[in-house]
């Protein structure tokens, strides 16, 4: 197989709306800037891929956007928001900052890892739940916090976090 047929394969992971949201990012550069949305395109393809990305994924992403693929794993590797393993259907992102912590984080994460069964960077048996640590989420002000999805919970409380997690589908 040559490797114009392989970048072309690779291509086809995309689907039509993965390349016209992409599209949609692209057009907010100038033409010969293109590489710019390729934070966006990394997140609209892990989005549509159950939240995580690989190689072959990162490679139709710098095929698409005209860039080196190591320039793609670059910012794929250094952002904490892209995953590179499967995460659960929720994956709750723990902020365990020095706000968060002073506010009682660790009580938190000491509940989360009980109610779920799973650490740092593991997925529930039951694929629905992942639990991550990050740095900071910025809501310093409510702390403790965490983030599932779009959706930022502040102010936790072991009871607060099981009726959060009590409520998700």
Do not use: W
Not at 24 to 47: F, G, N, T
């Amino acid at each position: 197989m040559n490797a114009q047929v392989k970048e072309m394969s690779k291509l086809a992971l995309l689907t039509a709306a993965d390349l016209k949201e992409i599209d949609s990012e692209i057009a907010k550069y100038p033409e010969e800037q293109r590489q710019s949305a390729v934070m966006a395109a990394l997140r609209i393809v892990q989005d549509s891929n159950q939240g995580s990305l690989n190689q072959d994924l990162m490679d139709a992403v710098a095929e698409y956007l005209r860039m080196p693929p190591i320039a793609v794993y670059e910012v794929a590797t250094f952002y904490s928001m892209y995953e590179h393993k499967p995460v659960g259907k929720h994956k709750v992102c723990v902020c365990t900052n020095i706000s968060c912590m002073l506010r009682g984080s660790d009580g938190i994460v000491s509940h989360l890892k009980q109610r779920l069964g799973i650490s740092f960077g593991e997925v529930t048996e039951d694929g629905k739940f992942s639990l991550k640590e990050v740095e900071c989420l910025g809501a310093c002000c409510g702390a403790p916090m965490f983030q599932i999805g779009k959706q930022y919970y502040e102010n936790l409380t072991p009871a607060k976090v099981d009726e959060i997690l009590d409520n998700l589908d």
